[in-house]
C-alpha cells in the first residue's frame, strides 16, 4: 500500500531467508546444513552487495515477505517477489528488466495485488514501464484543497476500491532518450463515506481513460538503487469526454533526479517533481502529497489539489556490510492557483537501509512534517 507503514523486524528476517534460499538454491549441499537462525545472521552479516547475478542471463527470483504494522493498516502480512531478467539477445553485461509482484492484506481491512516495473529489450533500443494495482483502502479524508485538509477537525472517513492500470511503451531516438506512447486506466468506487459533503457534489464512481506520451532521458548507471547518473521523465496525458471521461482533464507530469558520489559509499542525490492538472480533475484524480517516495512522512492524500510540486535532497552512507543510513530535507504544496502555492509544507527524515543486494535495497524511513504529521515508511530500493 502506498502509504505509511510499521514493518516488523521479522519482516527483514524473513526477507533475509527467502532472499538467501532464492539466491543460494543453486550453491553446493555440504553434508551439515545451518539452522534457520544461521542462515539469517549469516546473510545479515554477509557481503554488503550480491554482485554475483551482474553479468548472469538466468531470471533472478527474490521473495520478500512477512508482517507489519500501522495506526491505519492495523496488523498486516505483506507477500512480493522480485524477479530480474534479460530478454534474449540481450548483453549478459547489460541491465536487467525488473518486475515487482505484491500482494498484501490487514486486519483493518486494507488489501492490494499489483505489479509494476520495467522491461527492457536487447541494446535497450526499447521499455516497457508499467504499474498495475487493485486494492480495497478505509482511508482518511480531508477534502480537496490545502485550508481542508491542514484543519484536523475535517478528519473523515472514506472506503475506496481502486483499479490503476498504466504503461508506457518508448523507442530510443537519440543515446539516453527515450519517447513514445502512454495510456492510462483509473477506476475509483467510494463504497462509504461519513462526511459525503467532503466530495463537494461530485460522483463516487470514477472512470477514467487517458492517452498521451512519455518522455525520458536517462544516463543512471542502474535503473533501481542507481547511485549515479541522471533521470528525467515527462508525461503527458489527456482524458477527454469523447473517451468516456465524465470529467475531462488533462495531466502533465514530471520529475527529474540526480545522484552523485560524494566520497567511499556516500551519495547525495536530489529531486524535483511536479504534476499539474487543466480541466475537471475529479476528487480521486487530483495530485496528492506523501506515501512512500516524496514528501515521507505525511499521509498520502491528505493534501490534494489540481496540482502538486515537491522537491528533497538525500545523503545515502553506506555503514557495514549491507547495511546503511540516509537522512533527507524536503518541502512540498498542493494548490490551485498562484496564491495557494505559497502554503509550503516541510520535509526531513532519517531512514535504514539493508541491501539484498546491488540492485535491491530494503527500505526502512521515519519522516517528519508539520506539527503530529510523521512517520514510518518502509520499501523497496530508493525513494528516486
Known amino acids: 500500500m502506498k502509504r505509511t507503514l510499521i514493518y516488523l523486524v521479522i519482516t527483514l528476517c524473513c526477507s533475509s531467508v527467502f532472499a538467501a534460499s532464492v ?60 524477479l530480474s531478467f534479460r530478454m534474449k539477445g540481450s548483453d549478459p553485461r547489460s541491465q536487467a528488466s525488473n518486475l515487482m509482484l505484491f500482494s498484501g492484506i490487514s486486519t483493518a481491512g486494507f488489501w492490494q495485488v499489483g505489479i509494476s516495473g520495467a522491461v527492457l529489450f536487447p541494446r535497450d533500443k526499447r521499455r516497457i514501464n508499467a504499474d498495475l494495482l487493485f486494492n480495497y483502502s478505509p482511508i482518511h479524508f480531508w477534502g480537496i484543497g490545502y485550508a481542508m485538509a491542514d484543519n484536523d477537525s475535517n478528519e473523515g472517513h472514506l472506503h475506496q476500491q481502486e483499479l490503476r492500470c498504466e504503461a508506457d511503451y518508448v523507442l530510443r531516438v537519440a543515446p539516453h532518450l527515450y519517447v513514445g506512447p ?13 462526511r459525503p459533503e467532503l466530495l463537494n457534489g461530485q460522483d463516487r464512481l470514477l472512470r477514467n481513460y487517458g492517452v498521451g506520451f512519455s518522455l525520458h532521458y536517462d544516463t543512471r548507471d542502474q535503473i533501481t538503487n542507481a547511485t549515479s547518473g541522471f533521470y528525467l521523465s515527462l508525461r503527458q496525458l489527456f482524458r477527454p469526454s469523447w473517451l468516456g471521461n465524465h470529467y475531462a482533464f488533462s495531466t502533465t507530469s514530471f520529475s527529474a533526479s540526480a545522484r552523485q558520489s560524494l566520497w567511499e559509499g556516500g551519495v547525495v542525490a536530489g529531486e524535483v517533481r511536479g504534476v499539474f492538472n487543466f480541466g475537471n480533475p475529479s476528487w480521486a484524480m487530483l495530485a496528492q ?25 538525500e545523503v545515502r552512507q553506506h555503514v557495514w556490510k549491507r547495511s546503511g543510513l540516509a537522512a533527507w530535507v524536503g518541502v512540498g504544496t498542493a494548490f ?44 523497496v530500493n530508493e525513494a528516486f
Not at 553446493?28 to 554482485?51: C, H, M, S
Not at 468506487?189 to 461519513?194: L, V
Not at 491528505?302 to 528533497?312: E, G, I, V
Open 289 to 313: 502529497l506523501g506515501g512512500n517516495d516524496n514528501m515521507r512522512g505525511y499521509y498520502n492524500g491528505r493534501y490534494r489539489d489540481k496540482h502538486l510540486m515537491t522537491a528533497q535532497v
Open 182 to 194: 502512454a495510456l492510462a486506466l483509473n477506476r475509483v468506487r467510494c463504497s462509504h463515506i461519513d
Open 23 to 82: 539466491e543460494q538454491a543453486d550453491s553446493v549441499v555440504t553434508a551439515r546444513k545451518p539452522n534457520l537462525l544461521q542462515r539469517v545472521v549469516g546473510y545479515a552479516v554477509g557481503n554488503e552487495i550480491d554482485t554475483s547475478t551482474v553479468n548472469a542471463l538466468r531470471p533472478k527470483l527474490m521473495a520478500l515477505g512477512g508482517p507489519y504494522y500501522s495506526t491505519d493498516a492495523k496488523l498486516g502480512m505483506v507477500l512480493a517477489g522480485m
Open 336 to 379: 490551485h492557483d498562484a496564491i495557494s502555492f505559497g502554503n509550503l509544507l516541510p520535509n526531513y527524515g532519517i531512514g535504514y537501509r539493508f541491501h539484498l543486494r546491488k540492485t535491491l535495497v530494503l527500505r526502512l524511513d521515519y519522516g517528519f512534517g508539520k506539527v503530529h504529521q510523521n512517520g514510518f515508511v518502509m520499501s
